[in-house]
């Protein structure tokens, strides 16, 4: 089946800095890869959509200022969390699909730990 | 608005059948979708079914659809303490693929 992995699996850092996490589909072209963020024992959040070459789309009340996403391959979509808070320690999980396909691929996620 | 309700919760014992079940709203939806989420992990696609079917059985899964009634079911047969997880499901938005999650069944299967 399609491989999607994100890196690192795990980061933690200190309050102001900015924290990249990528993903990437290992085994298919991904056109367009989703970025989610879940709380404890919550669903999962959709922040944007990006379409490979193309400008994200944000979900509503999300700050793109803030979490800046670029889709620059159809295989790697890189999620960079800027000037990182204690509020934005979270599990970040990213999804891709191609285009008209039936399913998107989960990645493992990020555990991401502001201090 | 689109929303997907799940209970949050069901305990079985070994070697009974589990049936998590969920409703939604969007009646435009055209897959539903099942996932499963084990801790410190990402999600899983365990199997989907398109809108116009009613049934679909992979293995020990078997999905339930009513289209009228908006509700979607998960049975699972024999169920083994390995099925222990956080089991979602998601209808996909007709406007670029999103996918609505539901907020997560906790499964949990005693020897």
């Known amino acids: 089946g399609a491989v999607v992995s994100q890196h690192p699996s795990r980061v933690i850092c200190k309050s102001g800095t900015s924290v990249k996490i990528e993903c990437r589909s290992l085994d298919f072209q991904a056109t367009t890869m989703f970025w989610y963020r879940q709380f404890p024992k919550k669903s999962l959040m959709l922040m944007a959509t990006?379409?490979?070459?193309?400008?994200?789309?944000?979900e509503q009340g999300v700050e793109k200022d803030k979490f800046l996403i670029n889709h620059a391959s159809l295989t790697l979509s890189t999620l960079t969390v800027t000037s990182a808070h204690p509020e934005d320690s979270s599990f970040y999980i990213c999804?891709?699909?191609?285009?008209?396909?039936?399913?998107?691929?989960f990645g493992p996620g990020t555990r991401l730990t502001v201090l | 608005g689109e929303d997907v309700e799940q209970s949050l919760f069901l305990s079985v014992r070994e070697g009974d059948s589990s049936v998590i079940n969920c409703t939604y709203t969007d009646s435009s939806s055209t897959y539903l979708y099942w996932y499963k989420q084990e801790p410190g992990a990402g999600l899983q696609l365990l199997t989907y079914i398109f809108s116009n079917m009613d049934m679909k059985q992979d293995q020990r899964l078997t999905v339930l659809l009513n289209k009228k009634d908006k509700h979607l079911s998960l049975r699972i047969a024999d169920t083994q303490t390995g099925d222990s997880a956080i089991y979602f499901c998601?209808?996909?938005?007709?406007?670029?693929?999103?996918?609505?999650f539901g907020q997560g069944t906790e499964l949990s299967v005693k020897p």
């Open positions: 998601a209808e996909r938005n007709n406007q670029g693929g999103k996918l609505i």
């Open positions: 990006s379409n490979e070459g193309s400008k994200a789309t944000y």
């Open positions: 999804s891709a699909g191609t285009s008209g396909a039936d399913t998107q691929y």
